[in-house]
């Protein structure tokens, strides 16, 4: 049986039998384990749209390995033990002898010199004459002769590696954020080919256009998940976020769009990959197809990409650097003659064609996407940024910035390429500027589709394998369906992503550029511009936390009104006047009409409703408050609250400071005036050392007029939605268990 609440380290080492040597194979077991989850949180989310029975698995399989006495499912490193020593330090008891005994197991499984661990040092007191006489007394010789004199040239590696990590990770907030966000790559890679025809000042007016309006969706969707407890600690993305606020509607609705988006980005990555190593090494694309579908059925063998936070960072900064160095190298090739305007410029009266505007609406809404990875990436950043300034910001300054870098290109691009090859050319950008400057260019394009690209499309493949997995039959039915079919059967997808884009690189049936801008057509308007506009209006009347910084215009309903509609606009816009098929009409108009419907049932189901929310947090991370938190319509409300204790009633101000003592609380009796809410949630939660969020056991008893309901946290995941109606209400939440 997988227990639910992480062991405490009364419960590691109390009922121990033996000597300390006993004891510290326990408490090293403990140790391991918590910095291995620790190890995975600072793994980016599988495919960027984990869904929230996926983390449960993940967080169980760790407290189940330490509950039977085996391995984490991630093997933890010395110098992540080193790293998290501050996290780690609770579960050591004060007896030296327990403490020398793991200092002796850890020399004999990791090599490390006395330099390289002062945080593992310091938590297991190992300068200290008492754990240097245990010791000595244990082991019949110096503590000192359990550092290893020398490391091995790896091993030296292996800590410059975690120096240099430490330090990427350990970047302010605001440029964490701004690192994390910033639109990808791929999108600029056909930039310049979809806007050859409607001339360079067209271009640059489309650009600033789409930028604006994809930073007030970015910056949205950043005050969005800075409001949601679901994403501050990590339970759930996007598919969580819509189901809280929006209801089963917008959770179906995410859903499909993200499966779909995935898929057919997932054809479209290959095809982008492919074809730029075609144009470097002269293989045919259908052999890169292959190598990277082979890339992808590697990595889902292991079901991880096993990459962390800081090389994201790395990857992010090497692609940086390489989209500043390729219009450097193409500068002394510019000629300002080739930035006439092109044949299609929207001043002549034959412009508006399909031709030119199917593929220019989709690659304007992919430029400056970064809206997944802004869902993604939160839980990251915001428990580094408790006011979640830095995190509205920095997703902002991020579009800024790739607004930025995309009209240089496009005005450098324009430049160097004659508008006659742009327009004839497939592909991307990046072959008939290697016509032009040499192959430097391939080399430095095939890192950056590699990197970018193609590490997404692993992502992606892994995003669609978990999500495949999950709709499988649980494994209780296992002697039903093998580990071995359970794989295949959740690979499908990518084997059928596969097999179609072999099909089309064989048929020539599209290029990365016109399938990137059908796709993007089809769901990147309810990623970038429906849904952010949906969740900001109902966070900021059902959120859980205001943050430190709102921009009350980005909330007027005039101007999410604004944005839902031209985001579903183009949807229609597509139909009506760019798709000349049937078939694709009639798509569209399906599309357009479903996402149609299902917000008005959205609406109806209480999207809008204002909350008013309740939060009891027993906080056991290091200098982290316990706290009693009360939000109503989106913003902090002072509220009375009394905190029970076997001396008494304490008395606390809502949000106004930290509980004395977690240790011992046995009730929280709140009074709540009549407000506005039209919903009551509360949530009582422990946070655990490694920042996990877990069900606080409680009974809740509200008391509003002449009735009384209760409620058995236990059995609700720790917290309840109720409806209000505008009377004086009455809270008391009966904690049967709370750890310091």
């Known amino acids: 049986m997988i227990p639910k609440k992480l062991i405490s380290r009364e419960e590691v080492l109390g009922g121990m039998p033996g000597r300390s040597v006993k004891k510290a ?91 390289a661990v002062p945080q593992l040092r310091l938590a297991l007191g190992l300068d200290s004459p008492a754990v240097q006489e245990a010791y000595q007394r244990l082991y019949h010789q110096p503590l000192a002769t359990l550092y290893a004199p020398q490391l091995t040239w790896s091993e030296r590696i292996g800590w410059l590696g975690a120096t240099v990590s430490a330090r990427l990770e350990g970047l302010p907030p605001f440029w964490l954020t701004f690192a994390l966000t910033l639109p990808g790559a791929a999108g600029l890679l056909a930039l310049p080919i979809a806007l050859a025809q409607v001339g360079l000042a067209t271009g640059l007016l489309l650009l600033i256009f789409f930028g604006g309006l994809n930073l007030l969706t970015a910056v949205a969707l950043a005050e969005v998940t800075a409001r949601s407890r679901t994403t501050w600690f990590g339970l759930g993305f996007l598919g969580q976020l819509c189901q809280e606020y929006l209801g089963q509607a917008g959770s179906v609705l995410m859903t499909i769009t993200l499966a779909l ?45 096993n990459a962390t936070i800081a090389t994201t960072l790395a990857i992010v900064f090497v692609n940086i650097a390489i989209l500043v160095v390729i219009p450097l190298l193409a500068l002394p090739y510019f000629q300002a003659t080739n930035l006439r305007i092109g044949t299609g410029s929207l001043v002549e009266s034959n412009s508006f064609t399909p031709a030119i505007w199917q593929p220019i609406l989709g690659i304007m809404l992919s430029v400056f996407f970064s809206h997944i990875l802004i869902a993604a990436y939160s839980p990251v950043v915001l428990r580094r940024d408790v006011s979640a300034r830095s995190w509205i910001q920095g997703s902002g300054a991020a579009i800024l910035f790739h607004l930025f870098i995309s009209c240089t290109w496009l ?49 992606i493949a892994l995003g669609l394998f978990y999500l495949a997995l999950e709709r499988l039959p649980a494994r209780s039915t296992a002697d039903r369906l093998g580990d071995r079919a359970r794989f295949w059967l959740a690979t499908s997808p990518i084997v059928g992503a596969f097999l179609l884009a072999e099909w089309i690189a064989v048929t020539g049936f599209g290029t990365f550029t016109n399938l990137l801008g059908v796709i993007s057509a089809m769901t990147l308007p309810l990623l970038a511009g429906i849904f952010p506009a949906l969740l900001l209006a109902a966070t900021r009347r059902q959120g859980d936390y205001q943050p430190g910084i709102v921009y009350r215009l980005l909330g007027q309903p005039i101007l999410l009104g604004v944005i839902y509609f031209f985001f579903l606009g183009v949807i229609f816009i597509h139909g009506a006047l760019i798709w000349e098929s049937g078939l694709s009409r009639l798509l569209a108009f399906g599309v357009g009409l479903a996402v149609f419907g299902s917000t008005v049932a959205m609406l109806k189901g209480g999207a809008l409703k204002p909350r008013l929310v309740v939060e009891l947090r027993a906080d056991q991370r290091p200098g982290k408050p316990s706290l009693v938190a009360v939000t109503c319509n989106g913003q902090a409300m002072p509220a009375e609250v009394w905190l029970g204790y076997p001396t008494g009633e304490e008395p606390l101000q809502a949000n106004s400071g930290a509980m004395r003592s977690v240790a011992g609380l046995r009730s929280a009796r709140l009074a709540l005036p009549p407000t506005s809410a039209r919903q009551l949630k509360v949530w ?34 720790g917290q309840v939605v109720l409806p209000l109606n505008g009377e004086t209400y009455q809270l008391t939440l009966m904690v049967e268990e709370a750890r310091s």
């Not at 045919?284 to 990277?292: G, K, R, S, Y």
């Not at 497939?426 to 391939?442: F, M, N, Q, Y």
């Open 684 to 717: 009582a939660h422990t946070i655990t050392s490694d920042g996990a969020s877990q069900d606080l056991p409680a009974r809740l008893t509200v008391e509003g007029g002449a009735t009384q309901q209760t409620f058995d946290l236990k059995s609700t995941g």
């Open 261 to 305: 988006n995935n898929f057919f980005v997932l054809i479209i990555f290959y095809m982008g990959v492919a074809e730029t190593l075609k144009d470097a090494t002269r293989l045919p694309t259908e052999i890169w197809i292959a190598v990277l579908f082979g890339v992808c059925l590697y990595f889902l063998s292991r079901k991880s990409l």
């Open 411 to 459: 005005i450098i691009m324009n430049g160097v390429i004659p508008p006659e090859t742009l327009t004839g050319t497939v592909g991307t950008v990046l072959s008939p500027l290697a016509e032009r400057i040499g192959p430097i260019i391939h080399l430095l394009g095939s890192i950056l589709v590699v990197l970018s690209v193609g590490l997404a499309a692993v992502q």
């Open 25 to 115: 194979n326990t408490l090293l077991a403990a140790i391991e384990n918590l910095t291995a989850r620790l190890m995975a949180q600072s793994q980016p989310p599988v495919g960027l749209i984990l869904a929230e029975t996926t983390l449960q698995e993940r967080n169980h399989a760790f407290l189940e390995a330490l509950a039977i006495g085996r391995e984490p499912p991630l093997r933890p490193t010395i110098q992540a033990i080193e790293r998290y020593a501050p996290q780690w330090l609770a579960l050591v008891p004060d007896d030296p002898g327990i403490r020398a005994a793991v200092a002796r197991l850890l020399a004999d499984r990791y090599p490390f010199t006395e330099q």
